[in-house]
T-cell receptor
Framework: GAGVSQTPSNKVTEKGKYVELRCDPI?????LYWYRQSLGQGPEFLIY????????DSGLPNDRFFAVRPEGSVSTLKIQRTERGDSAVYLC???????????????FGQGTRLTVV | EDQVTQSPEALRLQEGESSSLNCSYT??????LFWYRQDPGKGPEFLFT???AGEEKEKERLKATLTKKESFLHITAPKPEDSATYLC????????????FGAGTTVTVRA
């Protein structure tokens, strides 16, 4: 597709339920990122994939959060036993492989708004 | 710890009234400073990357500048369509894939 696509756009779930959020990156982009944005704040880093492997998952808040990218393209963010504090907009971004000279800008999707009730 | 602070939190402008947004940062080993625009209900949209002090970049009515401690986003003769939240982010050498964002400045331009 032309841009980063995230589904669903909105998700309302009950406390304690399991949710999956999907991200389709720009075709050919090897790097993929997940960020979380709370109201009135900037996005916060969660996890970074280079290809199929998670190169840095230090931003995941706890072990209820997990993300996969099995074929190096589509990624799924999984949240177990959701809590009300998990409510936020979850943003996915992708970028082309960077050289060591310059940073390659990340292109963001429109986000998934997760509401835990 | 890397810190990024944006000011003001909100800015209301009359159409044509030029102004500047500030992004101050405290990091070790800056690799790049990024400006993004975010419209309500949308993801951030890339505007600029600045790499070294003294660098400037322009796009339409926007100009971004960088010093060793801060960056400014200048909006010249703004139009209502410039209304958005502007986010600043830094990337550092030790993990040059991660963006650390400020909280943003919400700009409203009245016709």
């Amino acid at each position: 597709g032309a841009g980063v696509s995230q589904t669903p756009s909105n998700k309302v779930t009950e406390k304690g339920k399991y949710v999956e959020l999907r991200c389709d990156p720009i075709s050919g982009h090897t790097a993929l990122y997940w960020y979380r944005q709370s109201l009135g704040q900037g996005p916060e880093f969660l996890i970074y994939f280079q290809g199929t492997g998670a190169a840095d998952d230090s931003g995941l808040p706890n072990d209820r959060f997990f993300a996969v990218r099995p074929e190096g393209s589509v990624s799924t963010l999984k949240i177990q036993r959701t809590e009300r504090g998990d409510s936020a907009v979850y943003l996915c971004a992708s970028s082309a492989t960077r050289d060591r000279v310059s940073s390659t800008e990340a292109f963001f999707g429109q986000g998934t708004r997760l509401t835990v009730v | 710890e890397d810190q990024v602070t944006q000011s003001p939190e909100a800015l209301r402008l009359q159409e044509g009234e030029s102004s500047s947004l500030n992004c101050s940062y405290t990091v070790s080993g800056l690799r790049g400073l990024f400006w993004y625009r975010q419209d309500p209900g949308k993801g951030p949209e890339f505007l600029f990357t600045l790499y070294s002090a003294g660098e400037e970049k322009e796009k339409e009515r926007l100009k971004a500048t960088l010093t060793k401690k801060e960056s400014f986003l200048h909006i010249t003769a703004p139009k209502p369509e410039d209304s958005a939240t502007y986010l600043c982010a830094v990337q550092v050498e030790r993990n040059d894939y991660k963006l650390s964002f400020g909280a943003g400045t919400t700009v409203t331009v009245r016709a």
